[in-house]
């Protein structure tokens, strides 16, 4: 049997979706997602393998404007990985039309030399004559050949947008065993799912400024699993914020964070949560290193 592989970037602004589409396509949650912009700090390879063919969806930071160390290294990731793609998918927020943020990701896509398809995503939030002005900003965006109206939430749209980008990646043997759903290693899926509830809760800057850690993973038993992981914040205040009054906070993110943990592993979990200040930390070099942000 012929097999194809291949890799697909998703481009597009903070907070379009692009994360839940990857988590659609793939079959399972890879990435977390929150409604809060600059969810995704790493690129993550998201693995779909059906029958003889395997698509690699690579889940970027949303682009933007670099502030600090963090986003300047979110945004050269966002290059690097649109330049080794063997094709890239611009996701628009349909809700929102075409926007200058939109044009300017365009005009990247546009003097890169692979193929480019759009996802005019959110669809669910509209009536169909929006829907029908939403693909006409799309189209006027000038890149792309075709462009597909979806919602990542509902699933709507999706397989025809499946299918054409089956078309763009080359024949050749798969790139990830059949049995893979993603590349990030575990202390990375672990520490992300347990930011994932700490987004959920926090508003601001606050979100922006919070990075978990696994410190340490053990398996006393075979249905048990202990995890430990540091928060860390930029300010004593943030620090406050995360614990609550009377610990309630991080009691709520902490039980939250632990079914999402034994979903995933399949075990019952103990959660061993520690919140810290690491004044500055999204400049500090030698900690994004360590965190895997590069
Ligand atoms: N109604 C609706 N909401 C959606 C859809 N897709 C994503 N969302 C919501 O949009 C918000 C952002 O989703 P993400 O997948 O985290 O967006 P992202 O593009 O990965 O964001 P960054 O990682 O920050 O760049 C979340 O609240 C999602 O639940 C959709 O098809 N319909
Ligand atoms: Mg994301």
């Known amino acids: 049997m012929s097999t194809r592989s291949g890799f697909i970037a998703l481009a597009g602004r903070p907070n379009v979706g692009k994360s839940t589409l990857v988590n659609a396509i793939v079959g399972r949650k890879v990435a977390i997602v929150s409604d809060k912009p600059?969810?995704?700090?790493?690129a993550i390879r998201g693995v779909s393998t059906v029958d003889d063919m395997q698509l690699v969806l690579v889940d970027l930071p949303g682009v933007q404007r670099p502030r600090d160390e963090l986003t300047r290294r979110m945004q050269s990731r966002v290059e690097a990985e649109l330049a080794q793609s063997d094709a890239a998918l611009l996701v628009?927020?349909?809700?929102?039309?075409?926007g200058a943020g939109d044009r300017f990701i365009a005009g990247l896509l546009s003097r890169s030399p692979v193929p480019v398809v759009i996802a005019v995503n959110k669809v669910d939030r509209l009536r169909r004559p929006a829907v029908v002005q939403a693909l006409l900003e799309a189209e006027s965006l000038g890149v792309g050949?075709?462009?597909f109206p979806i919602s990542a939430r509902t699933g709507e749209g999706v397989a025809p947008l499946i299918e054409h980008l089956g078309?763009?990646?080359?024949?050749g043997p798969f790139l990830f065993p059949v049995e893979d759903s993603s590349d990030q290693p575990q202390w990375?899926?672990?520490a992300e799912l347990v930011r994932e509830q700490v987004l959920r809760r926090t508003f601001q800057e606050v979100p922006h400024s919070v990075e978990v850690q696994v410190e340490d993973v053990e398996t006393p038993r075979d249905d048990l699993t202990l995890v430990k992981a540091r928060v860390w914040v930029e300010t004593e205040s943030q620090k406050g914020i995360l614990i609550g009054s009377g610990g309630s906070m991080i009691r709520a993110i902490g039980t939250a964070a632990r079914k999402e943990l034994q979903r995933e592993l399949g075990t019952?979990?103990?959660l061993d949560l520690s919140v810290r200040v690491r004044r500055g930390w999204r400049g500090d070099e030698r900690l994004l290193d360590r965190l895997g942000i590069d």
């Open 92 to 98: 628009l927020n349909a809700e929102q039309g075409a």
């Open 167 to 171: 078309t763009l990646v080359p024949e």
């Open 268 to 270: 019952q979990v103990h």
């Open 38 to 42: 600059q969810t995704t700090r790493r």
């Open 188 to 190: 990375v899926i672990l």
């Open 145 to 147: 050949d075709h462009i």
